[in-house]
């Protein structure tokens, strides 16, 4: 994505951040599944003892409270271009002192090489260059770290890709008009960063280029999950 695009991205995620309920939507989106997935995918990247998490793309923070419940004493960082995706999230989680908020762009992260212990990413994958995103992540994750990326998936089914594409492009705008009428239009372009996505073996060989491992997954028609570990 170009500089351009990518400001542009950043606005309508701020315009959604804002004026949105972007909490509303991501529970929409994934038919109710939003908390069962997110459980699953934090439960991947807990590890005993204090130890830093970072989450690309962190948006409201909604992986955070998840983070936690596996382990209490971790630092997490949230990063993400949303100025005002963070500042919801600040007001969530002001009292907790190991959460931090870092503004800066997933493809190049302000951080020390080797700095970061295990990272998550839900959801962010198709707004970012995955070959980008894959070597910084090698670049911050310790040499024992683990890190899971989930996103929609783009099917080699062609049945699949019509019907996910169809749910992308008629009915999450409808549930958007319905749960947050001021930035319904944010969601009608779902659709088009689906599209943008390389299918899931694409972007497994472009994580292996950089990681040892990568596993994988899939939790329903909808969601996919790499598992990455240097
Ligand atoms: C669909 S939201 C997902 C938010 C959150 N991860 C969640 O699961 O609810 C995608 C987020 O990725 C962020 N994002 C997109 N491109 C980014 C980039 N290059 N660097 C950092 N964040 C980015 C957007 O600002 C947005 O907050």
Redesign the pocket.
Known sequence: MTKIG?SI??LL?DVVYRYGD?DKM?IAMTLGLDSFFREKFTSLVSRPGRCTVL??????G??VPFLLRHNSSIRIVL????IH?LRRAKERFQQHVQVDLVC????LLPLRCSSIHAAV????LR??RTCILARELRRVLRGDGVAVIVDFWRSTSALRTILLLTYLAVIVPLEALMLCPTSWHAYRRLWRELIRLPPPTQVSELFSRYFRRVKLFTFNNFVFLWVLSR
């Open positions: 990518r991205l950043a995620n972007y991501a989450d690309l793309g962190s948006g409201t909604r992986n990063l993400d271009l949303s995706g800066a762009s997933a493809e990413s839900s959801y962010m707004q970012v």
